[in-house]
C-alpha cells in the first residue's frame, strides 16, 4: 500500500525567506514523486517530478525537492519566497508498476502564506 | 498546443438528480484520471480510463460512473446525487508510460458542483 503525508497544513513565511514544505511518503514499490500547486480558482500546476533518476529535482519558479530514500522524505524547498508563491500544495506519490493500473495519492495539502 | 478542458465550470444539482461532467484532453493524450477535492482537502483519485477501458478504480461507490471516447474526450456521470458528492471534480489528462502506467498528469480547471 501507498500512502503520503504532508506534515504541516500551514505554512507561513515572509517575503525573501526559505520555504520548506515537508512530505513523507510510503510505498511498496519505488514511487514516483510530484509536487503540484494550485493557486485559488486555478487547476493545479505541476512543479516538479522524481522517476527515479537524479535524486535532487528542480522544478519551475525556483522551487526544488530532494528524494531521500532512507528517510521515505520528498521536501519542497525555495531558497527566497515571493508574494506569487501563496497557494496550495500537494506532494502526490504514484506507484509505477508495469501492467498495472497506476494509483495516484494525493497529500491533504499545505497552504502557503507569504508575509509582506 | 491545446490544455484540459473542462464544462460546465459551476453546477447546482439536488439530491437525488443525476450529473454528467465533461473533460477534453490534452492534444496527444490517451490516458484520462478523475479526481473529487472536497473543500479543504486533496484531490481523490475516482477512476482512469486509457484507450477507451477503465484502467483503475479508488474507492467510490459504482453510481460514479465514466466513459471516454475515440477522440479520448471524456464523461465522468454521478448517478442518485448525495450531499457529500458536493466538490470540485478535476479532470486530468497524461500519457502512459510502457505498460499503460502513468507519466505526469495535466489536470483542468474543474467543475464546481453543489448538491442541495
Known amino acids: 500500500a501507498q500512502s503520503v503525508t504532508q506534515l504541516d497544513s500551514h505554512v507561513s513565511v515572509s517575503e525573501g525567506t526559505p520555504v520548506l514544505l515537508r512530505c513523507n511518503y510510503s510505498?511498496?514499490?519505488?514511487?514516483?514523486l510530484f509536487w503540484y500547486v494550485q493557486h485559488p480558482n486555478k487547476g493545479l500546476q505541476l512543479l516538479l517530478k522524481y522517476t527515479s533518476a537524479a535524486t535532487l529535482v528542480k522544478g519551475i519558479n525556483g522551487f526544488e525537492a530532494e528524494f531521500k530514500k532512507s528517510e521515505t522524505s520528498f521536501h519542497l524547498t525555495k531558497p527566497s519566497a515571493h508574494m506569487s508563491d501563496a497557494a496550495e500544495y500537494f506532494c502526490v506519490v504514484s506507484d509505477q508498476r508495469y501492467s498495472s493500473a497506476s494509483k495516484i495519492i494525493f497529500g491533504s495539502g499545505t497552504r502557503l502564506s507569504i508575509r509582506p | 498546443e491545446t490544455g484540459v478542458t473542462q464544462s460546465p465550470t459551476h453546477l447546482i444539482k439536488t439530491r437525488g438528480q443525476q450529473v454528467t461532467l465533461r473533460c477534453s484532453s490534452q492534444?496527444?493524450?490517451?490516458?484520462v484520471s478523475w479526481y473529487q477535492q472536497a473543500l479543504g482537502q486533496g484531490p481523490q483519485f475516482i477512476f482512469q480510463?486509457?484507450?477507451?477501458?477503465?484502467?483503475g478504480r479508488g474507492n467510490f461507490p459504482p453510481r460514479f460512473s465514466g466513459l471516454q471516447f475515440p477522440n479520448y474526450s471524456s464523461e465522468l456521470n454521478v448517478n442518485a446525487l448525495e450531499l457529500d458528492d458536493s466538490a470540485l471534480y478535476l479532470c486530468a489528462s497524461s500519457l502512459p508510460t510502457s505498460g499503460g502506467s502513468t507519466d505526469t498528469q495535466y489536470f483542468g480547471p474543474g467543475t464546481r458542483l453543489t448538491v442541495l
Open positions: 510505498s511498496s514499490y519505488s514511487p514516483s
Open positions: 492534444s496527444g493524450h490517451n490516458t
Open positions: 480510463y486509457y484507450r477507451e477501458e477503465e484502467n
